[in-house]
């Protein structure tokens, strides 16, 4: 079976660059992504915006279209999340990253974001997956919580089929019988997605953990298994957030994460220079 993905890596071959206007997402650099878990009001979203620029941090991410385990908890805002983000992003030269849940609001999605992010409860929707293949965004493809490796490889070769093959492989956790934690995050994943596909790989401990405490200590886990970004939730009063308040951190530990996070992949480059 012929696949695009799925090669066998030659030790000296590059991955795909993914360009966003100045920045490569690759599998030899680190990227950050950070922000809310659901685009907030616009006064919260500038200070977020604001605060990324302060910090280098180039992608803004917050869901507009929420997929929410309860039909009761809040969906997001919708088209008039879309222009919040995408407003304090133009304001503080940042690029958006948000989810499109649904093909019906695919085409609002590609409007208004620079990474259009499929989400875990939607990484098998094939159909949405060929559809997305078809804008000319990069993807950020998360790994459904109940996919192996194997799974989560032909999710994305479902987007490279159509010939597009500037997609973000996401590992945000997986279900297991460890309830300590919202998922578990899988480590391993980070180096085997690696060794079999071209595609860089971002780690989402927020989403993994499900509680801040524990944050730090998998992004640097990430790092140091050959992450090529991280994306957290953040927000100003955590304690205030929309949604998934508990995972999420503020500015100040944020601060902290990335600061180390860039000395620990300059190290970790390092060592896998000496392999
Ligand atoms: C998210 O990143 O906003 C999200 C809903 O994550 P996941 O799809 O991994 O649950
Ligand atoms: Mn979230």
């Given amino acids: ?10 030790k000296f071959e590059k991955g795909i660059d993914i360009k966003i206007d100045t920045t490569i997402i690759s599998q030899n650099n680190m990227t950050f992504i950070a922000g809310p878990c659901s685009v907030e009001d616009k006064i919260i979203m500038d200070e977020i915006a604001h605060f990324l620029k302060e910090q280098s941090v180039f992608f803004i991410r917050g869901g507009a279209y929420k997929p929410r385990t309860s039909p009761y908890s809040f969906q997001g805002y919708g088209v008039k999340g879309l222009e919040i983000i995408r407003e304090v992003a133009n304001k503080y030269k940042l690029k958006v990253v948000t989810e499109a849940n649904s093909e019906k609001n695919l085409e609002m999605v590609k409007k208004y974001s620079d990474i259009i992010q499929i989400g875990s409860r939607n990484s098998q929707n094939f159909e949405l997956l060929k559809q997305v293949a078809k804008t000319d965004k990069p993807i950020l493809l998360k790994r459904g919580f109940m996919n192996n490796l194997e799974e989560f490889i032909y999710s994305a070769e479902y987007i490279a ?9 996401c590992e945000r956790g997986i279900r297991t019988f460890e309830n300590s934690t919202r998922n578990t995050l899988d480590i391993s994943s980070i180096p085997l997605l690696k060794q079999r596909t071209i595609l860089p790989i971002i780690s989402d401990p927020s989403h993994a953990a499900g509680r801040r405490d524990i944050i730090e200590e998998l992004t640097y886990a990430s790092i140091a298994a050959g992450a090529n970004g991280i994306m957290l939730e953040i927000h100003p ?8 308040s508990n995972q999420t951190i503020d500015f100040r530990t944020f601060e902290r994460i990335y600061k180390n996070s860039q000395a620990l992949f300059k190290i970790i480059q390092e060592v896998n220079h000496e392999k």
């Fill in 237 to 244: 009063k955590p304690e205030i957030a929309i949604s998934d």
């Fill in 161 to 169: 089929k159509e010939n597009n093959k500037n997609i973000i492989l």
């Fill in 1 to 10: 079976m012929s696949n695009l993905i799925v090669e066998k890596r030659d």
